[in-house]
């Protein structure tokens, strides 16, 4: 697969998005591109956490640029998941400027593919041959489980931008204080959902679906445990393989369960199948579609269209949140690749955020890694959702859950509009 090199100096000049030549909406320019090594074995997973790499005095940072490694899938059924986490990490980029604390800023994109043997290869020849400073990026919680031993082992911080596997930041056995996640753990948004569904929506008895996947049984795990225990009936479970392309034989069986309302989880174009096929096999009508704000992201929505009305979800991200800072977030999505913002572009975001706040705090010692993790520790900013930050003992976002329902816009496009807030969500109390 291909990299893409290009400092932030060289990237002002001309105006592109960094990324790989896959991303054509992103209208990149051509960069330099290097055929990687073969895909290693994936790591297994052990709470061993050693020291972190040898550091520098942070009172001297180095001059050379800032190296940050991004491994995301920019290919295969997880694509445009990876796509919009590049150009949220761009959106920071270009927030930052040319320099932070007096050092260029180079960003190496490598392609996943969504295979965790491949994402494990990939961050091993950004550590080994680049020589990044840290790793960023992550689509799928496969990925994450096969690299977390390395990124340990290597003493390299990882910032993970989308893949929620839980037990990264909620196992004590498997954190590590060089791991950091800026999105969600897998059900930290659906689990209040649960609740809300059955106290706010009416809803006793649900029936669930979701790929049939790690995040799929997690998310969907989450919403289920938290809708018993509030005293709601799960009537029925059906899973999906990644890549479906006919949902025929699983909407069936849904159709037959005695449900007052579905909850799904679905991603990528898997989601877009799933919501326009649930319309055309006459589910919609019969039986209300609710679920994990993926499955209606903006970034397929178009694509789904009226099948998705009506869909009311849970995300860590609403576009139409009212806030001045969402909306000058959302207007330079806008502007800058002429494409909506979702919350994929929302999480690549934050990662440059996060990063460029802790590059300030040590006058740019990204070297000195105990300095550095430390900073990380204590970064607080203004986001587009209020302030972020991370819990101190998970190194996980602590996030507001957005409950919206997707509504024809007076513009005549589809958005997720914001019913409902349930803010100071952590992803250790769930």
């Known amino acids: 697969m291909n990299e893409v090199r290009i400092s932030r100096r060289q990237l002002l000049k001309r105006g592109v998005v960094v990324a790989s030549a896959l991303l054509a909406a992103c209208r990149s320019a051509p960069a330099t591109e290097e055929r990687s090594s073969s895909p290693a074995s994936g790591a297994t997973m052990t709470p061993t956490v050693p020291e972190a790499r040898s550091t520098l005095a942070a009172s001297k940072p180095s001059g050379d640029p800032v190296r940050i490694g991004m491994i995301v899938a920019l290919s295969g059924p997880f694509a445009s998941l990876g796509e919009n986490l590049v150009r949220g990490i761009q959106l920071a980029l270009d927030e930052l400027g040319t320099e932070v604390a007096g050092r260029e800023l180079q960003l190496k994109v490598e392609d996943t593919a969504g295979n965790p043997d491949q994402a494990l290869a990939k961050a091993r020849q950004l550590v080994e041959r680049e020589r990044v400073h840290i790793l960023t990026g992550v689509t799928l919680s496969s990925e994450a489980g096969a690299l977390r031993d390395y990124v340990v082992s290597a003493g390299v911080p990882l910032i993970v931008s989308n893949a929620g596997l839980p037990g990264l930041t909620r196992d004590p056995k498997l954190r590590s204080p060089l791991i950091f996640r800026v999105s969600f753990a897998n059900g930290q948004h659906e689990a209040p959902f649960g609740q809300y569904a059955y106290e706010r929506l009416g809803y006793r008895r649900v029936a669930l679906t979701g790929l049939d996947y790690s995040a799929g049984h997690d998310k969907v795990g989450a919403f289920a445990r938290r809708f018993q225990a509030s005293g709601g009936e799960i009537v029925g479970e059906v899973y999906a393989p990644v890549d479906t392309p006919d949902f ?26 799933f ?28 694509e789904q269209g009226e099948a998705a009305l009506g869909y009311v979800s849970s995300s860590h991200y609403a576009v139409l949140y009212d806030s001045p800072e969402n909306q000058a977030f959302v207007r330079r999505c806008r502007e800058r690749f002429d494409t909506q913002a979702n919350q994929f572009v929302y999480q690549g975001y934050l990662t440059g955020r996060v990063i460029g706040e802790a ?72």
């Open 275 to 302: 919501v326009q096929q649930y319309t055309e096999f006459g589910l919609k009508d019969r039986i209300p579609l609710i679920g994990s704000g993926d499955t209606v992201d903006e970034s397929i929505l178009p």
């Open 359 to 430: 590059l300030r705090a040590t006058n740019g010692a990204i070297e000195d890694t105990t300095a550095f993790l430390e900073a990380l520790r204590a970064v607080r900013f203004t986001g587009p959702t209020g302030e972020f930050r991370f819990h101190p003992e998970s190194q996980g976002a602590v996030i507001t859950v957005f409950i919206r329902r997707v509504e024809r816009l007076p513009s005549g496009e589809f958005g997720n509009v914001v019913l409902d807030l349930i803010r100071d969500i952590d992803d250790v109390s769930f």
């Open 248 to 273: 025929g034989p699983y909407l069936q069986r849904l159709a037959q369960l005695p449900a007052d309302a579905i909850f799904a989880f679905y991603s990528g174009v898997d989601a877009v199948r």
